[in-house]
T-cell receptor, first 110, second 115 residues
Framework: DVKVTQSSRYLVKRTGEKVFLECVQDMDHENMFWYRQDPGLGLRLIYFSYDVKMKEKGDIPEGYSVSREKKERFSLILESASTNQTSMYLC?????????FGPGTRLLVL | AQSVTQPDIHITVSEGASLELRCNYSYGATPYLFWYVQSPGQGLQLLLKYFSGDTLVQGIKGFEAEFKRSQSSFNLRKPSVHWSDAAEYFCAVAPFSGGYNKLIFGAGTRLAVHP
């Protein structure tokens, strides 16, 4: 089975902090994704990566950056967290069979 | 612009009743179509997908969906709902030539099941 894991299920951070959300997949997938999920808005793509050190902006990249130094790991970085970044963050990876999601990280920025 | 509409934000059904969740899309050509389910506190799981061929698609957990090109719809159905089906359901579309980075999600429909 494909397994996508995220380093934290819940995080509480303060405004202005630098936040790292980590994601690891164990199926050697080329593509990895970070989504943000908000009520009434569904899922919106923040960034995706199609190879190590390669990335592309999604629909809402502002305020975020990403890092992919190894194929299995894709990190989402909030350089200076703000309250409007309080949300559920979902990582995913894909092959030609489908898109596979991690359990999500619920981030609260105070 | 491409879009996905799930007209029902919340739906409540009784256990054993039939279920239909609606999904309409706006796209210039026939896209790839997906339904995902998200149980409380979990990530999303793929229920079924349509790429081409038979317009009635069977998925996991007894779900099926029918692609209707004339109505730009891809409604999800289940003949008899179980209490464990209570979850949030997302319809998604991707362009025929695109990858998952082009996937557009609907806002979701939250399903409650009464015993």
């Amino acid at each position: 089975d494909v397994k996508v894991t995220q380093s934290s299920r819940y995080l509480v951070k303060r405004t202005g902090e630098k936040v790292f959300l980590e994601c690891v997949q164990d199926m050697d997938h080329e593509n990895m994704f970070w989504y943000r999920q908000d009520p009434g808005l569904g899922l919106r793509l923040i960034y995706f990566s199609y190879d190590v050190k390669m990335k592309e902006k999604g629909d809402i990249p502002e305020g975020y950056s990403v890092s992919r130094e190894k194929k299995e790991r894709f990190s989402l970085i909030l350089e200076s967290a703000s309250t409007n970044q309080t949300s559920m963050y979902l990582c995913a990876s894909s092959n030609d069979r489908g898109l596979y999601f991690g359990p999500g990280t619920r981030l609260l920025v105070l | 612009a491409q879009s996905v509409t799930q007209p029902d934000i919340h739906i409540t059904v009784s256990e054993g009743a039939s279920l239909e969740l609606r999904c309409n899309y706006s796209y210039g050509a026939t896209p790839y179509l997906f339904w995902y389910v998200q149980s409380p506190g979990q990530g999303l799981q793929l229920l079924l997908k349509y790429f081409s061929g038979d317009t009635l698609v069977q998925g996991i957990k007894g779900f099926e969906a029918e692609f209707k090109r004339s109505q730009s719809s891809f409604n999800l159905r289940k003949p008899s709902v179980h209490w464990s089906d209570a979850a949030e359901y997302f319809c998604a579309v991707a362009p025929f030539s695109g990858g998952y980075n082009k996937l557009i999600f609907g806002a979701g429909t939250r399903l409650a099941v009464h015993p």
